[in-house]
C-alpha cells in the first residue's frame, strides 16, 4: 500500500476513496486510518487552518464509515468501533480547535461540505 504521510496524500486518497461504489476491504481502510492517525498525532499542532478542515473532513468521514461498519457481526466489530471512537474524539478536537480560531460551525460544515463534490 502506497506511504500516506503527507495531509495533501491523504486528502487526496481520501477524494478516491469517496468516488468508490464498493466498500474498502479492511486492511485498506485500517492503513488509512492508521496514517491518518499517526500523521495527526505528528502534525496536529502545526497545521494550517486548510489543513485542519481537510483532517476534520477525513475524520468525519472515517468515523461515521467505522461506526457503521462496526454495526456488522464480523470480525473487524471491535477494531472498527475503536476506530469510530478515535475518529470523532480527533473530529471533534479539530472543529474545537477551529472555532476557537474564529470560524462558526456553519462556516466549518459549509467548508468540509464543499471539500468532495
Request: charged share 35%.
Amino acid at each position: 500500500m502506497e506511504e500516506l504521510t503527507s495531509i495533501e496524500a491523504l486528502y487526496n486518497k481520501m477524494g478516491e476513496y469517496t468516488k468508490m461504489e464498493e466498500e474498502l476491504p479492511f486492511p485498506e481502510f485500517q492503513h488509512f486510518y492508521q496514517s491518518l492517525m499517526d500523521y495527526l498525532m505528528k502534525n496536529y499542532q502545526d497545521m494550517s487552518q486548510d489543513d485542519l478542515l481537510k483532517a476534520k473532513g477525513m475524520t468525519m468521514i472515517v468515523a461515521a464509515n467505522a461506526h457503521l461498519r462496526a454495526s456488522y457481526k464480523d470480525e473487524n466489530r471491535k477494531k472498527f468501533s475503536k476506530m469510530a471512537e478515535k475518529g470523532k474524539f480527533w473530529e471533534d478536537a479539530i472543529a474545537l480547535n477551529l472555532t476557537k480560531a474564529g470560524m462558526s460551525k456553519d462556516e466549518i460544515d459549509e467548508k468540509v461540505g464543499e471539500m468532495w463534490e
